[in-house]
């Protein structure tokens, strides 16, 4: 079972005009083609980045992930390493975390 897949491809249905039916066998094709792992994501954001004028910033905000997957040693480690690899990927970008305490 795919995640929100049958809202995704009713939502390609309608903004990109086409048929259930052809944006369902799309969606199929895309997500059996597209692999994606921490290596390629970060070089995906720094290629990005690249593009873009000096100064220009993407925020990932997170907030209290940890609360929800702190039991689960692995899946720490692949945010840590998300976090490391992003940095390796765009030195000098200030690739960082802050933390905004609640009002």
């Keep these: 079972m795919d995640f929100l897949r049958d809202h995704v491809v009713q939502a390609l249905s309608v903004a990109l005009k086409m048929t259930p039916e052809s944006a369902a066998k799309w969606f199929d094709a895309a997500r059996d083609s597209y692999k994606i792992n921490i290596e390629s994501f970060a070089r995906l954001l720094g290629d990005y980045l690249d593009t873009q004028p000096k100064g220009h910033r993407i925020d ?3 907030d209290e992930v940890g609360q929800f997957i702190s039991d689960n040693t692995k899946l720490m480690l692949t945010l840590q390493t998300i976090h490391r ?5 765009v030195p000098g970008q200030g690739v960082g975390h802050r933390h905004q305490p609640r009002g």
């Design 60 to 62: 990932f905000l997170v």
């Design 85 to 89: 690899a992003a940095g390796h990927a």
